[in-house]
């Protein structure tokens, strides 16, 4: 059974950085591309960042370019979210993402029905 474990959530100022993680359990987290997603409330939910299965490529959201930045660690089977200058627009629910495809583009990793897996979500609220 593959599961998904997010933490690392909370309250911070606007400008403030904090570090999502995530740990996958249950598939072999070398073959598995990851993502983050959000949802804010009222809005749907938005791609956030990507990586894929071999660490080699990356994909951002533009609001997010420059200031988060999306890691794993083959050895913990985590995948990490960095997210430094926060603004009150990142206020969201955060969701790590795991899709089991041996294919991978940017494009495909920004779609939400790319995935298989879903972790609970963890909770980000930015003050100003």
């Known amino acids: 059974q593959v599961q998904l474990v997010e933490s690392g959530g909370g309250l911070v100022q606007t400008g403030g950085s904090l570090r999502l993680s995530c740990a996958l359990s249950g598939r072999t987290f070398s073959s598995t591309n990851m993502g983050w997603f959000r949802q804010a409330i009222g809005k749907e939910r938005e791609f956030v960042a990507s990586?894929?299965?071999?660490?080699?490529?990356?994909a951002y959201a533009d609001s997010v370019k420059g200031r988060f930045t999306i890691s794993r660690d083959t050895a913990k089977t985590t995948v990490t979210l960095q997210m430094n200058n926060l603004k009150p627009e990142d206020t969201a629910v955060y969701y790590c993402?795991?899709?089991?495809?041996?294919?991978?583009?940017?494009?495909?990793?920004?779609?939400?029905?790319?995935?298989?897996?879903w972790g609970q979500g963890t909770q980000i609220t930015v003050s100003s």
């Open positions: 993402a795991a899709d089991s495809s041996p294919f991978w583009t940017s494009a495909m990793s920004s779609r939400e029905r790319q995935y298989e897996w």
């Open positions: 990586i894929r299965a071999d660490g080699r490529s990356t």
